[in-house]
């Protein structure tokens, strides 16, 4: 079993930068892909990030390329997203989720284990 708590979110001005952060506790964590994901009110949750196991492979929403970056440390059972160049529209619970098996996250429905999320607010 995996617990993930998130951390980090907050109120910013737009342009502005946060720094996300996922707290995992269990042995399995450092062999699980793990991804952000996001709900705006009144939204579907959506894919934002995914990391591979190892680091070396990530993945982003295009509304977020170029902005946000995703990275791990499973050293210390750490995930992150730096998110830069925040947008309004970036406004949204904010959820770490991870997935057995190898590969990316791209889907909601295809993680098996959630945080309960942080709010990120970007005002204009």
């Known amino acids: 079993q995996v617990q993930l708590v998130e951390s980090g979110g907050g109120l910013v001005q737009a342009g502005g930068s946060l720094r996300l952060s996922c707290a995992a506790s269990g042995r399995t964590f450092s062999s699980l892909p793990m991804g952000w994901f996001r709900q705006a009110p009144g939204k579907e949750r959506e894919f934002v990030a995914g990391?591979?196991?190892?680091?070396?492979?990530?993945n982003y929403a295009g509304s977020v390329k170029g902005r946000f970056t995703i990275s791990r440390d499973n050293a210390k059972n750490t995930g992150n997203l730096q998110m830069n160049s925040l947008k309004p529209e970036d406004t949204a619970v904010y959820y770490c989720a991870a997935k057995r098996g190898l590969g990316l996250p791209t889907d909601p429905g295809g993680m098996d284990y959630w945080g309960k999320g942080t709010l990120v607010t970007v005002s204009s």
């Open positions: 990391i591979s196991w190892s680091g070396g492979s990530t």
